[in-house]
């Protein structure tokens, strides 16, 4: 009988012992749980650096392969969500990746849209001759090589404000191309003036580069407190260009004078982009809806007035004065 109630004594205490301690472990494991883990020495953090710097190389060396750019850095950045995601599922922190790959995928999302709608506009007004407009009409000016360096870096300045200063480098610098085809001095120049240009220009607005747009739409900063980096962007075109100005050569471009032929709706065009730009800015100060709306509603007047264009054609249209397939323009943004 001692011994009986001896062992039930004991089972009661290691009973007792285990309710008593449960709570406790049952915490110890959530403060495990909810320990912040970090990648900054572990392997998976390398491999996600690594897995960066392929997609980089591979995107750079796109004339070599000829893949498109966006293919490496999905993927890339896929397979980097994954290595985490399976690092933080063992470690009992998938939650914590969940709301992370949300968060991110929400915020690429209205950069991508933002973009895509710019872009589009972009190459719907190179296919409407806008841009080789403003070529010939600089070249019809008969301006000095030394004036067309000034004034495709103040445009480059200017344009980097309200579209990406990746693109208009680009732009503007197929325009230099044409317009100094004897004068590599004057093309290199006028290059890096523009490339310096747009990047000034488009870091006083947040519609003007990927990382100040995404500053902008985070709420980081209010659209208006960029203009703060007014003068000191300023400052950084005009003090290269004074320099560069004295290596540029004094003659002029010898080119026949050219008809500007813009083809049909190219003005509208302009117009509604502006108005895009407009509602844009307003309905983010005003409203508070994020710029992606605006630029989406831009994408739709965009949609309307090339149907327009499409029906209204007529037989005896030339090519010139045809309308276009709007998705064709949007497939190009890469």
Sequence with gaps: MKIFTRFFKFRYFI????????????????TIAAT???????????????????????????????????????LGSALIWFAIGTYFTLHGQAKTVVVAFKSNITAYAEL???????????????????????????????YSYRQLFWITGA???????????????????????????????????????????ANAGGTMSPLGGISTLFVW?????????????????LINFLVPAAIMHFSVPKGAPHVP??????????KRIIFLFIVTLIITILASIILE?????????????????????????????TETQKGF?????IAGVD
């Design 15 to 30: 009973v007792l012992l285990f309710l008593v301690l449960l709570p406790s472990l049952c915490y110890a494991h959530e």
């Design 36 to 74: 912040p883990l970090t990648l900054k020495h572990h392997f998976v953090g390398y491999l996600a650096v690594a897995i960066a710097a392929i997609a980089y190389i591979t995107t750079m060396t796109e004339d070599v392969h000829e893949m498109r750019k966006s293919k490496p850095m999905i």
């Design 112 to 142: 991508m849209l933002f973009i895509v709608v710019s872009m589009t506009y972009l190459n719907v007004m190179t296919e409407r001759s806008i841009f080789n407009g403003i070529r010939i009409y600089l070249l019809n000016k008969q």
């Design 155 to 197: 445009l480059a300045f200017l344009f980097s404000t309200f579209v990406s200063s990746l693109t208009i480098g680009l732009l503007m610098g197929a325009i230099v191309l044409a317009m100094g085809k004897n004068q590599p001095r004057f093309i290199a120049l006028s290059c890096v003036n523009i490339v310096v240009g």
């Design 217 to 233: 739409q985070k709420n980081i900063l209010h659209f208006t407190d960029f203009f703060a980096l007014t003068i000191p962007c």
């Design 257 to 266: 004078q050219q008809t500007i032929a813009l083809k049909r709706g190219s």
């Design 289 to 317: 809806i994020p710029p992606v709306a605006g630029m989406i509603a831009g994408l739709g007047l965009l949609q309307i007035f090339t149907y327009y264009l499409t029906i209204s054609e007529k037989e005896s249209f």
């Design 325 to 329: 397939d709007i998705y064709k323009y």
